[in-house]
């Protein structure tokens, strides 16, 4: 046997590869837009059956504010630091909430998170987990504590998971909390 009869001919190949390239375009045509996934997250965040993010939604997120920094804006307006997750008054009622910083947000920023709750659930603990570590605060009564969340330059938008959790076994339904940003961002190391 002759090795041109084992190699396939020029009109083949040419077939094979039309044809990849047709399923590929395809493939691409049918994905949905990343910024398209955002908005009908953003859409479903609405609904008043809204429960809370999943983990494939956060990390959606945080992939599109990684390609679109401005994107913090659509969840921010002009605003340093916000809630992702659709509030009431200002108010997140959700155990695992999550916060976005804005993309022009650099230096530390004091930021008042307040707590609301049935005098039965309390103490209140609140955990901010960043990548940077954990920020935590002990609630042992409805009020408002000061954090300072320190983003370093370059800034890009960051999502910061918030747990909280109560000390009773009355459950964490009932548990409110509100951020207020305390002035303008403070440069890095300033006093």
């Known amino acids: 046997m002759s090795q041109a009869?084992?190699?396939?001919?020029?009109?083949?190949?040419l077939l094979i590869i039309s044809y990849s390239l047709l399923i590929t375009t395809f493939a691409w045509g049918f994905a949905t837009p990343e910024l398209e996934r955002i908005w009908a997250l953003m859409q479903s965040?609405?609904?008043?059956?809204?429960?809370e993010l999943a983990p494939k939604q956060v990390q959606t997120l945080k992939t599109a504010l990684g390609?679109?920094?401005t994107l913090s804006?659509?969840?921010l307006g002009r605003a340093a630091i916000g809630f992702v997750e659709p509030t009431r008054d200002g108010?997140?009622?959700?155990p695992k909430s999550h916060v976005i910083t804005s993309a022009q947000l650099r230096g530390a920023l004091s930021v008042d998170v307040?707590?609301?709750a049935p005098a039965g659930a309390f103490p209140i603990s609140v955990m901010f987990e960043r990548a940077a570590g954990r920020q935590a605060?002990?609630?042992?009564m409805a009020g408002k504590q000061r954090m300072v969340l320190e983003v370093s330059a370059p800034a890009s938008p960051e999502i910061i998971p918030v747990i909280t959790s109560s000390g009773s076994n009355r459950g964490n339904q009932a548990i409110k909390l509100r951020?207020?940003?305390?002035?303008?961002?403070?440069?890095?190391?300033?006093?």
Not at 91 to 94: D, G, N
Not at 179 to 191: I, T
């Open 5 to 13: 009869k084992l190699r396939p001919s020029a009109g083949f190949v």
């Open 45 to 51: 965040m609405q609904r008043s059956q809204f429960a």
């Open 67 to 69: 390609h679109y920094p």
């Open 73 to 75: 804006r659509a969840f």
């Open 91 to 94: 108010w997140v009622s959700i």
């Open 114 to 116: 307040e707590c609301q």
């Open 137 to 140: 605060l002990q609630f042992e």
């Open 179 to 191: 951020l207020a940003v305390q002035g303008p961002p403070e440069p890095m190391g300033s006093p």
